[in-house]
Nanobody, 127 residues
Framework: QVQLVESGGGLVQAGGSLRLSCVAS????????MAWFRQAPGKERELVAA????????YYADFVKGRFTISRDNAENTVTLQMISLKPEDTAAYYC????????????????????WGRGTQVTVSS
């Protein structure tokens, strides 16, 4: 069973950047498809970006295309979310998620499709 720990959140001004990291332990990281979700107060958790177990396939929510980049380092058991041009509406708790995929290129976009979750890291973007 994999454990996930996020870090890198914080307070940033609009237009700024942050880099979130998620370190996995307790499992073979390279066998998991990964994703970043976010949840703002009073809103449902939503996908931000997903990546296949090899890193060869990625998927982004429309609202972050061109601003966020998901990547992974299977040697370091880490998945990263680089965020630039942050907006106040990006304010949310950001969660790392993992699941065993059906194929090496598969990515998953729904909350229900993920089996393991971190506890989240808060991102606050001021205007």
């Amino acid at each position: 069973q994999v454990q996930l720990v996020e870090s890198g959140g914080g307070l940033v001004q609009a237009g700024g950047s942050l880099r979130l990291s998620c370190v996995a332990s307790g499992g073979t990281f390279s066998t998991y498809a990964m994703a970043w979700f976010r949840q703002a107060p009073g809103k449902e958790r939503e996908l931000v970006a997903a990546i296949s177990r090899s890193g060869g396939t990625t998927y982004y929510a429309d609202f972050v295309k061109g601003r966020f980049t998901i990547s992974r380092d299977n040697a370091e058991n880490t998945v990263t979310l680089q965020m630039i041009s942050l907006k106040p509406e990006d304010t949310a708790a950001y969660y790392c998620a993992a699941r065993r995929p059906r194929s090496g290129t598969a990515v998953y976009v729904r909350v229900i499709e993920y089996d393991y979750w971190g506890r989240g890291t808060q991102v606050t973007v001021s205007s």
